[in-house]
């Protein structure tokens, strides 16, 4: 591997990374603060993720503890129901804790990893197969840079559903930090789709 392939690798897990952790929680101080000295132009000026960065810098940079707090609660932690669902089942499936996390959990425990008996959410959370992404690129084990792996794993779990979560936020009037958060996440994974598209043809 070249140094160049190698810190494009270690860019693409990172954002996986990043990404995951925005899906999860809303940002604290810490991660905000961060954003302010962020740079926003792209290595490549005009490349596909460019605009989409952007906006996500200027609106983390205009975020508080605070505001982020009451958009991810009036987004995902609605009284009764929420707003949207970040879980793969509820796209595809229709209903939360169905088939799509069964096989999702299958896969995993094909890759040893199991999930953190501390964590709230389920596996098919979209912060969750983010940061198994993440794991394939860059992680320890014997999965960690296995290309085809990686491979497998995005068309069974991320590719399918993204799409429609990221539309699902967009949708709504409150979003503003996670409309830009979905922007950006809609833009990489098709980045990614196109990029895993080139190893089948």
């Not at 940002?27 to 905000?32: G, I, K, S, V």
């Not at 605070?66 to 932690?77: I, K, M, R, T, V």
């Amino acid at each position: 591997m070249t140094t160049e392939t190698f810190s494009e690798e270690i860019a693409r897990a990172e954002l996986y990374g990043l990404l995951a952790r925005l899906w999860l929680a809303p940002p604290d101080a810490a991660l905000l603060a961060q954003f302010r000295v962020a740079v926003t132009e792209a290595p490549e000026p005009g490349s596909f993720l460019e605009a989409p960065w952007q906006a996500l810098v200027a609106q983390m940079r205009a975020a508080t503890p605070a505001s982020a707090q009451d958009e991810f609660a009036a987004l995902f932690q609605g009284v009764g129901k929420p707003e949207v669902f970040p879980y793969a089942s509820f796209f595809l499936a229709g209903f939360v804790n169905e088939k799509p996390l069964a096989r999702l959990r299958e896969d995993l425990a094909a890759l040893g990893l199991t999930r953190d008996a501390a964590q709230f959410e389920t596996e098919d959370h979209v912060s969750y197969v983010l940061e198994v992404m993440r794991y394939l690129i860059a992680g320890e084990g014997g999965a960690a840079g296995n290309l085809a792996q990686q491979h497998r794993f995005f068309r069974a779990h991320v590719q399918p559903w993204i799409e429609p979560l990221c539309q699902a936020v967009d949708d709504q009037p409150a979003a503003r930090l996670w409309r830009a958060i979905a922007a950006m996440t809609l833009a990489f994974v098709q980045v990614e789709t196109q990029a895993f598209d080139l190893i089948d043809t």
